[in-house]
């Protein structure tokens, strides 16, 4: 463990010297960032007309609002950390250079997974903040100490989710190599995290609460903010993570194990 604390702390030191050294840029892609975390906001209002009366039937607007506040915090954690180190994975897969990585004296998936990093994104967990405390200002009331943990555990949770679904996707890169148009379909798919879970119905409801579990990411999050999170729902969300995290560790292996490495 301390030793995967010290590769991620070279690595994530990594990162910051390349901002430092390309400071304009980094400061242009935040206000970029920024300016997509406003364009998040602009359905909300589109849907809720400025009256919660004709919103989301069960959510009003500034508890939307939350919800939202969530979705722009795991967009920024996703583009931020997951996306890059995994597109480095693609990348690694087609030129060959994986046995680079292999041969280095740590778990494989570790460094990957921590390959890369863009930390102007961290704009987007501001901005997140920023409108979760409008919207609980708004409200007139704060988030309990209880409703804190529970949201930052579950934080964890959608974190572990996302990342075992990409590491899922990365997987298929050993066999079909391209794998662009469903990291593309990913992404489309995740933008539908920025409404409550309520709005879906049907088979979209299961397949959002089971197989791509939404709801777990946002939805309970900002439930367990608003103080009516069912504690079972927390547990389910850490049982959850422990199987796709799993289920994703053994299908990363599998697919180990059948690469063909350029030197072969």
Request: charged share 15%; hydrophobic share 55%; net charge positive.
């Amino acid at each position: 463990m301390r030793r995967a604390l010290h590769l991620l702390r070279l690595q994530l030191r990594t990162a910051f010297l390349v901002a430092a050294q390309y400071r304009w840029e980094f400061l242009l892609e935040g206000v970029l960032s920024l300016l997509w975390a406003a364009t998040a906001l602009a359905p909300l209002f589109v849907v809720y007309g400025g009256s919660s009366a004709h919103g989301i039937p069960g959510w009003t607007f500034e508890e939307s609002l939350v919800v939202t506040s969530w979705f722009i915090l795991l967009q920024g954690v996703l583009e931020g950390a997951i996306n890059p180190c995994l597109e480095a994975i693609v990348d690694h897969i087609r030129k060959g250079t994986l046995d680079f990585v292999l041969l280095k004296p740590a778990d494989a998936q570790f460094l990957v997974s921590t390959a890369r990093f863009e930390l102007w994104r961290v704009t987007n967990v501001a901005a997140a903040l920023v409108v979760m405390g409008v919207a609980f200002h708004r409200l007139g009331r704060w988030p309990s100490p209880a409703g804190v943990v529970e949201a930052l555990l579950l934080f964890v949770v959608a974190w572990v989710i996302l990342y075992s679904l990409w590491i899922l996707i990365v997987s298929l890169a050993f066999r079909v190599v391209k794998i662009d148009n469903l990291s593309y379909l990913f992404t489309s798919i995740f933008d539908a995290a920025r409404w409550p879970s309520t709005v879906y119905r049907g088979v979209v409801a299961v397949l959002f609460t089971f197989v791509i579990p939404l709801a777990l990411m946002t939805t309970t999050p900002a439930e367990a903010l608003l103080g009516r999170v069912q504690l079972a729902s927390v547990g389910f969300g850490v049982l959850g993570a422990g199987v796709f995290s799993y289920f994703a560790r053994q299908v990363w292996l599998r697919s180990l194990r059948r690469y063909t490495s350029a030197s072969s």
